[in-house]
């Protein structure tokens, strides 16, 4: 069936046919044309927002929460370079979203016409795939094709820049939602014999450990993870990106490793034999000095992205699949040595685990002045909260506290900038999320230096009736630049004050875009305050925790360290004995 439409309408049509109920994004002159058939769809739902990089994040945010392909929308020149930070961010984190850019007319493409940029060019190196259309009857079979690319395989953005004239143009409609792609053809079913091997080496390990990313949930394998590591007894650690997938609370979980893991996650891994990597790809704030990292282990690296086996470390069995099938596919290999009457035997290594959990737990100081610490208020915001919010972080410290203290018993309940580490990434994301879910309390725990990059999308959220909340951790600085200043620079804060006077007032500023305003300075409000914010479901709510400026995290990994480096709190170092205990 064809109709003639501009490819304005396909552009729309295809939106649809895609399944897209949400976009966030801003017009202007090059995209305007979309914008005229979209205001009449019934199906397509815009959230006008106050930056592109708010609608890159709040893309992300949306596809996070609901397992779908989010959407964001510019104009060409300023337009599209503003997303160049969050399709960076969602390639690092495989998140998958269609950015849709205006670009100034064909005839007109490389003579630097106004507000003209090479979008396919800048992000070339951070998108899984992006096109240049210039025909209308090409825009139809490009957004499917996106759509597929971006939600198969590794998961992805992929970028869709449409000229002008090409959107002003008719064409015929024709909508094939199973585009042929020659040459893309992602690896799901994983090689029987590295299945095999990889559960040989399993029975036969003395300190295995099941090493998870965030791979995991992008399979949506979290019940097949937790039935694996039940059925082998191994312990589990879960990255920043894997947070979730695995309770918090299962005797079997160890944390998260890495720079500012537990101590027991960080030195399972460094004194393992066997390490059975999920969906990870040995990133350096895992690994510490990579050529000191887990000495003695031997891996297996399951992932669905090639390029990720051996990157960083040599895998001994390699096997290459979507996460999903890869553990489906162990959980019989492993019930087939059983069979066999072969069992790894893990005593001697988890009273080890056990030893270490229990003399090196996560913990904080509280405040001899009696102010605020900013790890009990995230730690009271998890427990008031309940297993089914979403958090959203920011980068920095507070991000790390909330990955530390806030229980994940749930997948899809934890938002993060993993790889790039965005500022600003909390609000915009948050948002996106609570517009995918929302009849799902969702949390943006932001520091005082991130919400002031992105802040502006309260006013999109309270315009647009998505009512997150907000918890600013205030310390009055860039917290985690100024602990590095602490440790590594002599105490030289240079240039991290970011609050001498209380500019600006958070709770006026809140106010000011529509929000409800809080604030918390001392612990006997705590509770109170929270409460008040969890019954407040018509409008966003902010609330200003101020926090006692020289609180740190722990434990700590420095940068370019090894992990055998890891320091439980400052001038703490724990002492693991020989290299086998």
Excluded at 347 to 363: F, K, S
Excluded at 370 to 381: A, H, K
Excluded at 483 to 510: C, G, I
Aim: proline letters at 6%; one cysteine or more.
């Amino acid at each position: 069936m064809t109709d003639q439409v501009t490819g304005a309408q396909a552009l729309i049509r295809s939106l649809e046919a895609a399944g897209v109920d949400t976009v966030f994004g801003i017009p202007g002159g090059a995209i305007l044309p979309a914008y005229d058939p979209m205001m009449d769809s019934t199906k397509v739902r815009h959230i006008l927002v106050r930056h592109e990089q708010g609608a890159g994040h709040a893309a992300e945010g949306y596809a996070q929460a609901t397992g779908k392909v989010g959407v964001c929308m510019a104009t060409s020149g300023p337009g599209a370079t503003n997303l160049v930070t969050p399709i960076a961010d969602a390639h690092m984190d495989s998140v998958p979203i269609v950015a849709i850019t205006g670009q100034v007319a064909s005839a007109a493409i490389g003579t630097d016409a106004f507000q003209e940029a090479d979008i396919c060019g800048i992000t070339m190196p951070i998108t899984k795939h992006n096109f240049l259309v210039t025909d209308p009857a090409e825009i139809a079979p490009t957004i499917a094709a996106a759509f597929h690319i971006a939600s198969t395989g590794r998961p992805g953005p992929v970028l869709v820049d449409i000229s002008k004239d090409a959107l002003q143009a008719t064409t015929d409609f024709v909508w094939n939602g199973t585009p042929e792609l020659p040459g893309y053809r992602p690896v799901t079913r994983p090689h029987a014999k590295q299945i095999r091997e990889a559960a040989r080496l399993l029975s036969e390990a003395k300190r295995p450990v099941l090493y998870v990313g965030g791979g995991v949930l992008k399979a949506h394998a979290s019940a097949e993870l937790k039935i694996l590591a039940e059925l082998t007894g191994a312990p589990v650690v879960t990255t920043l990106m894997a947070l979730g997938a695995f309770p918090d609370s299962h005797p079997q979980h160890l944390g998260m490793p890495g720079m500012h893991g537990t101590v027991a996650a960080v030195t399972a891994l460094q004194k393992s034999d066997l390490i059975f990597a999920l969906g990870a790809r040995f990133d350096d704030r895992v690994t510490g000095r990579l050529d000191t990292f887990a000495p003695h282990a031997k891996i297996v690296h399951a992932d669905i992205d090639p390029a990720e086996i051996s990157k960083n470390r040599v895998a001994d069995v390699p096997i290459v699949g979507d996460a999903r099938e890869v553990i489906a596919d162990l959980v019989v290999a492993v019930q087939a040595e059983h069979e066999a009457g072969r069992f790894g035997d893990y005593q001697e290594w988890w009273t080890a685990l056990n030893r270490w959990r229990d003399t090196y737990p996560l913990g904080y100081d509280v405040p001899a002045d009696g102010s605020l610490s900013p790890q009990l208020v995230i730690e009271r915001l998890g427990a008031i909260s309940g297993p089914d919010t979403i958090f959203a972080s920011g980068v920095g410290q507070h991000q790390m506290w909330a990955s530390q203290f806030i229980r994940y018993e749930k997948p899809y309940t934890w938002l993060n900038s993993g790889g790039a580490g965005t500022m600003g990434y909390s609000v915009p994301a948050a948002m996106g999320a609570k517009a995918g879910m929302p009849d799902t309390t969702v949390w943006a725990i932001d520091g005082d230096g991130c919400f002031q990059m992105t802040n502006q999308e309260l006013v999109t959220c309270a315009v647009n009736d998505i009512p997150i909340k907000v918890a600013i951790i205030n310390n009055g600085t860039l917290g985690m630049v100024r602990q590095w200043q602490t440790l590594f620079y002599n105490e030289r804060y240079s240039n991290t004050d970011l609050q001498s006077r209380r500019l600006p007032d958070f709770v006026k500023l809140a106010e000011a875009m529509g929000c409800v305003g809080l604030r918390c300075e001392s612990p006997d409000q705590l509770d109170e305050i929270i409460h008040k914010a969890m019954s407040i479901n018509d409008a966003p709510v902010v609330i200003d925790f101020v926090v006692h400026q020289d609180a740190m995290v722990w434990p700590m990994v420095a940068a370019g360290s090894s992990n055998d480096e890891v320091m439980a709190a400052r001038d703490v170092r724990p002492d693991f004995g020989d290299s086998d205990d």
